[in-house]
């Protein structure tokens, strides 16, 4: 089974950055494109972020977009979601998830598969 593990959340003030982790403890991370996922208290899950195997193909949801940078380290098996300039609206548990291709933000639930794991969570308050 391919499962992720994500990290690095926590408590932040606005404006503040966070470096969220996706790490693979049993396959190798590089043979996939992985996607970042959140989801907010009382909101469905949106889709926020995607990273093809390569790391050459990026893509973000509008509301993230140059606040957000989605990177991989495949010598590390871990793929990063930078998070700067953060917003209370980016309150959240984040999610990654591999993806069977790299597409567009908006169609990143339809190429997702494995599991939903336990996520981290994100706090953006003063």
């Known amino acids: 089974q391919l499962q992720l593990v994500e990290s690095g959340g926590g408590l932040v003030q606005p404006g503040g950055s966070l470096r969220l982790s996706c790490a693979a403890s049993?396959?190798?991370?590089?043979?996939?494109?992985i996607g970042w996922f959140r989801q907010a208290p009382g909101k469905e899950r949106e889709a926020v972020s995607c990273i093809s195997s390569s790391g050459g193909t990026t893509n973000y949801a509008d509301s993230v977009k140059g606040r957000f940078t989605i990177s991989r380290d495949n010598a590390k098996n871990t793929v990063y979601l930078q998070m700067n300039s953060l917003k209370p609206e980016d309150t959240a548990i984040y999610y990654c998830?591999?993806?069977?291709?790299?597409?567009?933000?908006?169609?990143?639930?339809?190429?997702?598969?494995?599991?939903w794991g336990q996520g981290t969570q994100v706090t953006v308050s003063s």
């Open positions: 998830q591999v993806l069977k291709r790299i597409t567009t933000v908006q169609a990143m639930f339809l190429t997702r598969f494995g599991s």
């Open positions: 049993r396959f190798t991370l590089e043979n996939y494109h």
